[in-house]
């Protein structure tokens, strides 16, 4: 996987042999960056915003659910040593 600054470096590169290929209107020049952008960020391993978000809520929840069954896994530690204790 190509870092980050690779990457920007790469499509710097591309965008001045854009504009050393002759005169083209800045519609053209707009598009054909765009297209190079979006083919260079699709070769990137990234994710979408929205999903991003929705992994993020899932991480929230279960980090929630870990930390009641580990208060729950306390009680129950705490509740086994008092019968242990009365049993001695």
């Known amino acids: 996987m190509k870092t980050p600054d690779a990457v920007l470096d ?8 854009l504009f050393a290929h002759g005169k083209q209107t800045s519609q053209e020049i707009r598009h054909n960056v765009r297209s190079l ?14 999903e991003f978000d929705t992994q993020q809520l899932i991480l929230e929840k279960t980090r929630r659910k870990i ?4 208060k729950q896994l306390a009680q129950l530690e705490s509740a086994l040593d008092t019968i242990t204790q009365k049993a001695d």
Do not use: G, P, Y
């Open 10 to 17: 790469l499509i710097s590169d591309q965008i001045n042999d």
């Open 37 to 50: 952008v979006h083919s260079q960020l699709a070769k990137l391993d990234v994710v979408s915003r929205e």
């Open 67 to 70: 930390d009641d069954l580990e």
